[in-house]
């Protein structure tokens, strides 16, 4: 956080679930849940390459800047070239990654880091906080990995997990699994800042 600026630098990581169409919500609801503390907000957006499928389906925002896996290999060229993945992390007051899918939360849960996003996250520095969202089914929510690959993310690594919701699902089943709601998530990421 810059505190001259009163500003923070928020990072969203977007995975392959369905409520990476809620996307523009949470950006709004950031930035009012900020502004409310007398904030201010730079939003950076970093999606997989499943997210951005879902991302193609909604309208386009001036509010962040999107990063994808094409510009951590397009942007380097020689040694001395800036490094997006570490680039970003540098940038970060927080992150939040939501939706997590089931896919990025084993990765993130054993180390993997073969795409911009886990690649960040590898890099995390801890003293910055990692918000979580799971977005998936509810039996691949309770599975028994999903439990241990939480129980992971949390103790071992930290990250505050905001737990999903029970409702509808996109898929037609009802049951828990759906992303916490956008307001929520943007209260808990704003309550680790304090007011000027």
């Known amino acids: ?50 997210a951005l499928f879902f991302l193609d389906t909604i309208p386009k925002s001036t509010e962040y800047e999107l990063y994808s896996d094409a510009i951590e290999w397009s942007s380097w060229h020689k040694k001395g070239d800036p490094v997006i993945h ?23 849960a054993a180390g993997l880091c073969d795409n911009l996003l886990t690649s960040t996250l590898r890099a995390w520095d801890f003293s910055n906080p990692v918000l979580v969202c799971p977005a998936m089914n509810t039996f691949m929510y309770t599975h028994k990995l999903t439990a ?33 709601p956008t307001p929520d998530i943007a209260t808990k990421a704003a309550s680790f800042f304090p007011a000027p």
């Open 86 to 108: 570490i680039e970003l992390r540098k940038w970060a007051d927080i992150m939040l990654v939501a939706p997590l899918d089931a896919n990025t939360l084993a990765k993130l």
């Open 148 to 180: 241990i690959h939480l129980l992971t993310c949390s103790d071992l690594l930290g990250y505050h997990i905001i737990q999903p919701s029970s409702k509808l699902l996109a898929c037609g089943d009802i049951g828990i699994g759906a992303m916490a």
């Open 1 to 50: 956080m810059d505190p001259a600026s009163n500003s923070v630098n928020v990072l969203i990581g977007l995975t392959g679930s369905v409520a990476t169409i809620k996307l523009n919500d949470l950006v709004s609801d950031l930035n009012h849940a900020f502004s409310k503390k007398g904030l201010r907000i730079s939003i950076r957006v970093v999606a997989t390459k499943a």
